[in-house]
């Protein structure tokens, strides 16, 4: 059983109640049930759930896949569409918001189960591989003469972030959690990851919850640091005492 959050648009009350029923048999969290494509966007905006199913014909001026092409602009969540139309030309529209599912009218819970988990899965996997692409650094605009930013997974899509700016970087309650001057930013990336987008030279651990910038060391007075600006206080661990003295020329 999974607990995914699923968001579902389908203006049907019995269908969508119907499909409600079955993800929550199966174990999924529905974070909402809306009727339009315009509640589907607004709904997105406030809490991006993990997976979206997506009816194609909405009642109302806006089409499912209209809904998904703007969702897309935005947000990156796996969308998988739910139609009674099997026609080619349908499925060629719908092939344009590029869908992590099709799943044909009427269906049964493992065709939601199925789907859901392989798109899921494709999506984790296609983030993973965008992350560690040329192509996407560069679609981002960072080229191989001036890579200063790095791309994290954040709560509500892809983050880009200049590690110069960042003071320290917190694991907290399932999260990593970036400190910058004037804000915070939260990732789902797991600590293994961050640590290997991060320069080496600027970037020291120094316990088990935190990673710390050491041009932001502001004073040391060991076994606690104090990091500039923000004048936070991070106790060091004993067994990373002496490798922060030396970066730091103590």
């Known amino acids: 059983m ?3 959050k699923v968001l579902i648009v389908e203006d049907e009350a019995l269908v969508a109640t119907d499909i409600e029923e079955s993800l929550e048999t199966l174990g999924y ?3 909402n049930a809306v009727a339009s494509g315009k509640a589907a966007i607004d709904e997105v905006e406030k809490n991006l759930p993990d997976v979206i199913l997506m009816d194609i014909i909405l009642k109302g001026e806006m089409t499912g896949i209209e809904a998904a092409n703007i969702i897309r602009q935005k947000h990156n969540v796996p969308i998988i569409y739910l139609t009674a139309n099997a026609d080619i030309s349908t499925i060629e529209k719908a092939k344009i918001s590029l869908p992590y599912g099709y799943i044909i009218k009427p269906f049964t819970e ?3 189960q199925t789907n859901i988990e392989i798109a899921r899965f494709k999506f984790e996997n296609d983030i993973k591989s965008k992350v560690e692409s040329d192509q996407f650094n560069q679609f981002f605009g960072l080229g191989d003469d001036k890579k200063d930013h790095v791309i994290v997974q954040g709560e509500k899509g892809l983050e880009k972030i200049n590690p110069d700016e960042v003071y320290f970087i917190e694991k907290r309650a399932g999260h990593i959690v970036f400190h910058l001057f004037d804000q915070e930013v939260f990732s789902t990336s797991s600590p293994e990851e961050i640590r290997t ?6 970037f020291i651990t120094v316990s088990h919850s935190f990673i710390v910038n050491v041009d932001k060391i502001f004073l040391a007075k060991f076994p606690e640091i104090i990091i500039a600006d923000k004048m936070s206080v991070i106790s060091v661990d004993d067994d990373r005492l002496e490798e922060l003295k030396a970066r730091i020329g103590q």
């Open 197 to 202: 987008l991060f320069p080496e030279e600027k």
């Open 110 to 112: 493992k065709d939601l």
């Open 2 to 4: 999974s607990n995914l």
């Open 29 to 31: 969290i529905v974070q």
